[in-house]
């Protein structure tokens, strides 16, 4: 199962950088987002995790609910920093060397991703940043809230340090936005003014 939640992160990029199609990007990505976040919750269900089962039921609808009803075009973050970052904790969610006795390498097709949170979440957060431009607002800011959740409970409640890296995910991803936000503010706050002023002469 692990190796199959691996095939399917790696089909999402796919739909990011190399699938032209408009129609199936869509489709591929969000399709593969809800079962990652569907395979955590049926996980969950399973093994008698409420609390799991209800947060990863709600981040898998949302997904579902951007593949059926939205139609908004996939675009890629216009940053290439951003993208390197979230390549980078992309690759610490596939590999996650936690919970899983295996080596390095064999980690990279049988980590946890799809079955447990954090690496479905660091997984998660990092594609939506990928395509920031097109993504869902409730979307993202709901995984986002996820995120700083599980991160906070991840390292002081369970003491498994990796999942700092999630902290600081879901923390650079809410700057982000917020920052996106402020600047989008002052953009109309500005052409507002110049209208004004355009009028009385």
Known sequence: MNFSMHILALMALSAIFVI???????????????????????????????FHAVTFGILALTALVQLFLRKENIQIADSKLIIVITLFFIFIG????????????????????????????????GLLMLIMPSVSRFQYII??????????????????????????????????YFKGVLHAKSRTVLCSRAGRIKCLY
């Not at 032209?20 to 990652?36: A, D, M």
């Not at 919750?41 to 008698?48: K, Q, R, S």
């Not at 599980?150 to 498994?160: A, L, N, P, R, W």
């Open 20 to 50: 032209t199609k408009e129609n199936l990007r869509r489709w591929i990505f969000q399709g593969t987002v809800s079962i990652l976040l569907l395979s955590v919750t049926i996980n969950a269900l399973v093994f008698g995790n409420p």
């Open 94 to 125: 596939l590999w996650y060397p936690e919970f899983v006795d295996k080596n390095a390498f064999t980690l990279l097709v049988v980590s946890p991703v799809g079955v447990i949170p954090c690496p479905t979440l660091l997984t998660t957060i």
């Open 143 to 176: 995984t986002i809230m996820m995120g700083i959740v599980y991160g906070v409970i991840g390292v002081f409640v369970f003491k498994v340090y990796l999942d700092i890296t999630l902290l600081i995910l879901a923390l650079y991803a809410s700057c982000i």
